[in-house]
């Protein structure tokens, strides 16, 4: 088994959860982009690399570059709902290289892929912030002990001004919360 080592370590096993978790987020998100980017597959070939590793492949270039692709994506997306849809699929691909350094930053590669989904969860229920709070919920649920044992050698994540960054601080408290 290999280990990254930095602040603290962590497994390949490990890693392999938390881009399981952050995939499954972002898989359901998918068809929101590709419904307002039906040309663009950035998105798909990133969650599609993070699905390989995920699968036991070895980590390469594939989900380094694929992420930065589908973020580029991201930032050319038309919609809030499409943006954040490709930013969940890229974070799912750079979650195979989570830093184990203790900045809370890192927590984003970690969560905020969940975030993103209940998100376009509000915005698909015209803004209704108890949606993203029931997928919030969904997500905390979803969390198993290795990923909550994980998070939990990382800061608390940043609170941020966007309706991303408090759901994502949100779901970062309910995890750390369970025993």
């Known amino acids: 088994m290999t280990t990254v080592t930095g602040d603290f370590t962590l497994t390949m096993?490990?890693?392999?959860?938390?881009?399981?978790?952050?995939?499954?987020?972002?898989?359901?998100?998918?068809?929101?982009?590709?419904?307002?980017?039906?040309?663009?597959?950035?998105?798909?070939?990133?969650?599609?690399?993070?699905?390989?590793?995920?699968?036991?492949?070895?980590?390469?270039?594939?989900?380094?570059?694929?992420?930065?692709?589908?973020?580029?994506?991201?930032?050319?997306?038309?919609?809030?709902?499409?943006?954040?849809?490709?930013?969940?699929?890229g974070d799912a691909a750079s979650a195979a290289y989570l830093h184990p350094i203790s900045r809370a930053t890192q927590v984003g590669h970690i969560l905020r892929a969940a975030a993103c989904e209940a998100r376009v969860g509000e915005l698909e229920a015209d803004g209704d912030p108890a949606v993203g709070d029931v997928l919030i919920e969904r997500a905390r649920e979803r969390a198993g002990p290795v990923l909550r044992d994980v998070l939990r050698r990382y800061p608390r994540a940043p609170e941020g001004r966007t309706r991303v960054a408090r759901l994502m601080s949100a779901l970062d408290a309910s995890l750390r919360a369970v025993p």
Not at 26 to 55: I, K, M, N, S
Not at 76 to 82: L, P, W
């Open 13 to 89: 096993d490990e890693l392999r959860a938390v881009a399981r978790y952050a995939a499954q987020s972002a898989q359901g998100l998918l068809p929101v982009f590709e419904h307002a980017h039906p040309d663009d597959p950035r998105p798909r070939a990133a969650l599609d690399a993070a699905w390989t590793f995920v699968g036991g492949e070895r980590r390469t270039k594939l989900q380094r570059s694929s992420s930065l692709d589908a973020h580029r994506a991201a930032k050319e997306a038309g919609t809030e709902a499409a943006r954040l849809a490709a930013r969940a699929a």
